[in-house]
């Protein structure tokens, strides 16, 4: 097994003969032909179905002669790629690694198209499942000193048929204005709260909360995320607060003073990592000119995950990593599914107020539909 002491102990000329070896082998198995069920045959370690580690080889797929296995316990054949997010894609390695590369920089859909030479629509589906497999790595718990805090944006309904809109369409650009965007610009239910927190390890969750303002009960739907010997560095807000009471955290707050500015807490901490986080998001969804509220998920998780790559990789090694960590996350999502996945608010509590498009004969006085 090669690692880091081995290779420290190499003689220059062994160095170079095992480099030529190396890049000999490179050339043979990757080309442009190279599929991905290569890379996950020998990451075969148990059952999709029921996870049994009691499998067989069971003969190969017709099609394409890859591998089959029969599980013992349940009786399911799959093969490496079954539930991954591989399994309805027929892209090679070649270029789901240069689609990565292309989403570690941040490059809209035409620049990927033009990279990877698919479609835009292609690509789009490429994103989301790549999305969708990369959200199953961010769910570490959070210990020890934790920054929490919560930032807003606005509702976009990117993508919508006009007529399954809740409300009229608002003019792009910043130069253009209406009544629909000048009203209700303070925070609430037409604002999507989105909590977020950070250890010191760099473990972090980034989730859409519902709408309006910071409560306790959006706090109380991500306890899951936390363990114990938890202090937590926040502003003063009551609903942060009261969640640190409500677990027996210990509370590190941002005092209010009001003659000046204060950024930290008696002891010194801050939330400057969460603010980075909101800043990195912020600019993210201005780049992507808008980001429709049924993905949002998708894209918060994606920059948890690639952060967290960011921090634990040189820059030349996170293209391989990022595939490594997600080519094999069990996803049933396809592309048929990926504009009917559910919305992660409710529409009627933020627009029937409006009583348009899909809402415009429910009665104001009752709440129902006529």
């Known amino acids: 097994m090669l690692d880091q002491n081995f290779m420290n102990n190499l003689t220059p000329v062994e160095v170079e003969f095992i480099s030529a070896c190396i890049s000999k082998v490179y050339k043979q198995k990757v080309t442009s032909e190279t599929q991905n069920f290569e890379n996950l045959e020998g990451a075969v370690c148990e059952c999709p179905n029921c996870h049994s580690k009691h499998f067989i080889k069971y003969g190969h797929i017709r099609s394409n002669g890859n591998q089959r296995y029969l599980c013992k316990n349940c009786g399911a ?6 539930n991954t997010f591989f399994s ?9 690694a240069e689609f990565i590369a292309c989403e570690l920089n941040d490059d809209t859909l035409r620049q990927e ?10 690509c789009f589906n490429m994103r989301h499942m790549l999305h969708d497999a990369a ?16 930032t807003y944006s606005p509702i976009n309904l990117e993508g919508t048929k006009e007529k399954n809109m809740p409300r009229i369409s608002k003019p792009r650009g910043k130069h253009k204005s209406s009544s629909l965007n000048k009203e209700l610009r ?22 859409i909360a519902g709408l309006g303002p910071e409560s306790l009960e959006m706090y109380e739907k991500f306890a899951d995320h936390f363990g114990k010997d938890i202090t937590l560095v926040s502003d003063d807000k009551p609903a942060i607060l009261n969640f640190a009471d409500n677990h027996k955290f210990v509370k590190d707050t941002i005092p209010v003073i009001a003659t000046k500015d204060t950024y930290t807490t008696p ?10 986080l909101h800043r990195e998001y912020k600019d993210f969804v201005r780049k992507k ?5 049924r993905h949002t998920q998708g894209y918060l998780d994606w920059l948890v995950f690639k952060k967290q790559i960011s921090y634990s990789y040189e820059l030349r090694k996170q293209k391989s990593m990022s595939y490594m960590k997600i080519m094999t996350e069990r996803s049933k999502l396809r592309c048929d599914d990926i504009c009917k996945q559910e919305l992660p608010i409710d529409l ?3 627009y029937e107020e409006y009583h348009y498009g899909i809402f415009a004969e429910t009665n104001s006085d009752t709440g129902t539909n006529t």
């Open 113 to 122: 198209a033009l990279h990877t030479q698919r479609s835009v629509s292609t």
């Open 186 to 207: 303070v925070i609430s239910h037409h604002k999507v709260c989105i909590i977020s927190a950070i250890d010191e390890s760099d473990n972090m969750f980034f989730k």
């Open 135 to 150: 959200s199953r790595r961010t769910s570490d718990q959070l210990h020890g000193l934790v920054e929490i805090d919560a």
């Open 348 to 350: 009627r509590t933020a």
């Open 77 to 82: 054949s799959f093969s490496a790629s079954t």
């Open 88 to 96: 309805h894609c027929r892209s090679s390695y070649e270029t789901w």
């Open 267 to 276: 002891n010194g901490n801050s939330l400057a990592e969460i603010n980075e």
């Open 289 to 293: 000119h808008g980001i429709s509220i």
